[in-house]
């Protein structure tokens, strides 16, 4: 058990050689982890099929797989499936920050993009054995890329071909992104942002009641890195604006304190604005295990029903 819960672990999974082998890991660990899975005994051999109900039309009947199982399956067609989840990523310049550890080898800890990455593989990983359909779109400054929902594990394989390989864009363009999918997205499901909302609050909580008022189920996982929480750099530090490349010397113990108080109002006001809204929200940060993520989208997802 110890073996696969070490897979919850950002600095642990980040060593795995592909997104595949990570997804996968990050959802075993997960599923060992929890006292009564509500999986037990599932199988997802065969995730876009389901077993052969009494009223099916024969002529659906997968005769490779019944050679291989000697059980009848069906292809599962894409109504059949339980839910659409759109899973929207960040990939604006600011979502490539990651700052030294805490410990004596001052390695770097994985970035906020990279964590993105590895939460949205694990939940489409996740989805699919659960026979709901996922979708994938990327953004920074505009919408760069969009795959509509679907729930075979051949597409799933293409999602985490795009995660793979990733990597940061330009400026945030969080508002702005979001509305477009909310004009896009027309049939109703489970939209799942992952971003640091470095962005206008006020602009960015108006695109997500633009979901709301299409009426999708919203989950907000903010995500950040331990350091832009605490702004405990010590001596005298120069800071660069990913996005802009502008850079300012400055000497951190002066403004820590002024600092901590603007970075907790604005993570309260999503927070509170969201509950408001009845969108769900989590805040993460790069160093916490998977499975509060994980967590989140099932409880989510237990609500929907």
């Not at 940061?168 to 997205?185: F, P």
Request: charged share 30%; with cysteine; proline share 3%.
């Amino acid at each position: 058990m110890e073996e696969a819960l070490k897979y919850l672990q950002p600095d642990v999974v980040s060593k795995l050689a592909n997104m595949e082998l990570r997804a996968r890991m990050v959802v075993e660990g997960f599923i060992t982890g929890m006292h009564k899975s509500p999986y037990h005994g599932f199988s997802v051999e065969f995730a876009e099929h389901r077993q052969y109900m009494p009223g099916d039309e024969i002529r659906r009947v997968d005769w490779k797989v019944y050679g291989k199982t000697d059980r009848y399956y069906i292809k599962q067609y894409e109504e059949e499936t339980n839910l659409k989840s759109y899973i929207i990523l960040d990939a604006s310049a600011s979502m490539s920050f990651s700052s030294d550890s805490s410990d004596h080898k001052k390695e770097k800890r994985i970035s906020k993009l990279e964590y993105a990455s590895f939460v949205a593989a694990a939940l489409s990983y996740l989805m699919v054995q659960q026979r709901d359909a996922v979708g994938l779109t990327v953004y920074d400054a505009d919408v760069r890329l969009t795959l509509p929902p679907h729930a075979t594990k051949a597409y799933l394989r293409r999602i985490l071909v795009e995660l793979e390989k990733l990597s940061a864009g330009n400026t945030t363009g969080t508002a702005r992104s979001l509305h477009q999918m909310a004009e896009r997205i027309t049939r109703r499901g489970l939209i799942i942002i992952l971003s640091d909302l470095f962005d206008d609050p006020s602009k960015v909580i108006a695109a997500l009641k633009h979901f709301r008022h299409n009426h999708h189920d919203v989950l907000v996982m903010q995500i950040l890195d331990p350091l832009e929480r605490s702004f405990a750099f010590g001596g005298d530090a120069v800071f660069k604006d990913l996005e802009t490349t502008e850079e300012m010397m400055a000497q951190p113990y002066h403004i820590q304190q002024a600092y901590q108080r603007e970075m907790h109002a604005f993570l309260e006001r999503y927070k509170r604005e969201c509950r408001e809204n009845n969108i769900d929200y989590v805040l993460l940060d790069t160093t916490m295990p998977f499975d509060t993520a994980l967590f989140q989208y099932l409880n989510k997802r237990k609500k929907i029903g």
